[in-house]
């Protein structure tokens, strides 16, 4: 059985990044890497299907235990990916998506060369800000702080393999699965079928 890959997904808040796996991870050869994080849930997300919501205090054993393939502090709070959301289902040969933020995919740079990255950008900051409001669910203090945390990450965005603007779902979702494609088609990938072919010569 082959392995599967990691795939990197990162994109400032307001970028619809939850929109676009929930079409994505309707294709069976995705799993999506639930993250640990410290931030307290907000209404209506689950503990283990949406994050694994842990205290400051253990994240940090968690972090000293090595069971963090990255980690990193966004907004305040810690977030991370658990080896144990991540290996099992690569050995499965499933493609495995993280929904990381920059620094935490920056770390993944260098442990997982061979990861595949995509930045999903926004077609505007000014769409940013009317997707952040339209939520409803932060304040506007925290808005400011997003906004000002999306002008960073975009500035990392040239670092991925792949930029995905989302102005409209239906079109993102494609460009990402033109992408998945692509990767498949790149020479290294295709090495075993090569050596077959040669050696049936």
Not at 77 to 99: A, D, M, Q
Not at 135 to 148: F, L, P, Q, S, W
Not at 157 to 170: C, H, M, S, W
Not at 186 to 197: G, K, L, N, Q, T
Request: charged share 30%; with cysteine.
């Amino acid at each position: 059985m082959n392995k599967g890959r990691i795939i990197v997904f990162s994109a400032p808040s307001g970028c619809g990044k939850g929109t676009m796996l929930g079409e994505i991870l309707k294709d069976e050869r995705f799993h999506l890497s639930v993250s640990a994080t410290t931030r307290a849930p907000r209404e209506g997300e689950k503990d283990g299907v949406n994050y694994h919501f842990i205290t400051r205090e253990d994240f940090m054993k968690r972090v000293d235990n090595g069971e963090f393939l990255e980690h990193a502090e966004y907004c305040d709070n810690l977030y991370g990916t658990l080896r144990s959301e991540v290996i099992p289902f690569i050995e499965e040969g499933k493609n495995v998506i993280l929904e990381i933020e920059v620094k935490g995919a920056m770390q993944m740079r260098e442990k997982y060369p061979d990861a595949m990255f995509v930045f999903i950008a926004p077609p505007s900051m000014a769409e940013i800000r009317r997707r952040l409001l339209k939520r409803g669910t932060e304040t506007e203090d925290v808005i400011e702080k997003r906004i000002a945390q999306a002008t960073m990450e975009l500035g990392y965005a040239q670092d991925y393999d792949y930029i995905i603007v989302n102005d409209a779902l239906e079109d993102a979702v494609a460009d990402f699965f033109t992408v998945i494609r692509a990767e498949q088609l790149r020479a290294p990938f295709r090495s075993d079928h090569i050596d077959e072919v040669r050696k049936n010569a």
